[in-house]
């Protein structure tokens, strides 16, 4: 199985705030990783795909970059609606395993 | 606009059986290959299985447990995941979701439904 790491565990940030979040594989899976969020109570949604690709409708403030064993996920410019947790998975190979997760909660 | 809907959770004891479903609409569900993603409470997000779409096979791709089964009815738009030998750690919300792919081979879950409740209990 490939195991996915995500750091930090958490962190606080406040709205205007640029956030990175890494999120590193045990093995290369080239750049198939994609990026989710999820806030309290609901089900998660797609941010990022093939580890840059940003989905429909998500506000390009969101980013991703990396390939083989480590990726980011940047958020530009924070907004009140941001916060959240975000988990990492790739899709290289199955079981296509997340990572742990990151909270991001305001400062 | 594509929707998920999940149902069949609920409170179950150990040792039990529990089959979950997963209605889509609103796009091609015969087209869509599909996953079940399970979260404990207070955890983090668990890949469960995939099933490929009817016309690559309509058989599930992977999963982590031989105890989960999934299963497609294409007639009725509907996803299945079969829980066998429920233990307490199984005890979580299930989602369904389409696992598509949005470039090539890139695969992700971009369809999600609210999820349904399991607790395993005695």
């Known amino acids: 199985d490939f195991q996915m790491t995500q750091s930090p565990s958490s962190l606080s940030a406040s709205v205007g705030d640029r956030v990175t979040v890494t999120c590193r594989a045990g093995?290369?899976?080239?750049?198939?990783l994609n990026w989710y969020q999820q806030k309290p109570g609901k089900a998660p949604r797609l941010l990022i795909y093939?580890?840059?690709s940003l989905q429909s409708g998500v506000p390009p403030r969101f980013s991703g970059s990396g390939s083989g064993t480590e990726f980011t996920l940047t958020i530009s410019n924070m907004q009140p609606e941001d916060f959240a947790v975000f988990f990492c998975?790739?899709?290289?190979?199955?079981?296509?395993?997340f990572g742990p997760g990151t909270r991001v909660d305001r400062k | 606009e594509a929707r998920l809907v999940e149902s069949g959770g609920g409170l179950v004891k150990p040792g039990g059986s529990l089959r979950l479903s997963c209605v889509a609409s609103?796009?091609?569900?015969?087209?869509?290959?599909m996953s079940w993603v399970r979260q404990a409470p207070g955890k983090g997000l668990e890949w469960v299985g995939r099933?490929?779409?009817?016309?690559?096979?309509?058989t599930p791709d992977s999963s982590v447990n031989p105890r989960f089964i999934i299963s497609r009815d294409d007639s009725k738009d509907t996803l299945h995941l079969q829980i066998n030998g429920l233990k307490t750690e199984d005890t979580a919300v299930y989602y369904c979701?389409?696992?598509?792919?949005?470039?090539?081979?890139?695969?992700?879950?971009?369809?999600w439904g609210q999820g349904t409740t399991v607790t395993v209990s005695s």
């Open positions: 998975q790739q899709s290289f190979s199955g079981p296509f395993t």
């Open positions: 979701a389409t696992d598509s792919p949005l470039i090539d081979y890139f695969y992700a879950m971009d369809v």
């Open positions: 093995q290369s899976i080239s750049g198939f």
């Open positions: 609103g796009f091609n569900f015969r087209n869509a290959w």
């Open positions: 093939a580890a840059s």
């Open positions: 099933i490929k779409s009817a016309a690559d096979g309509g």
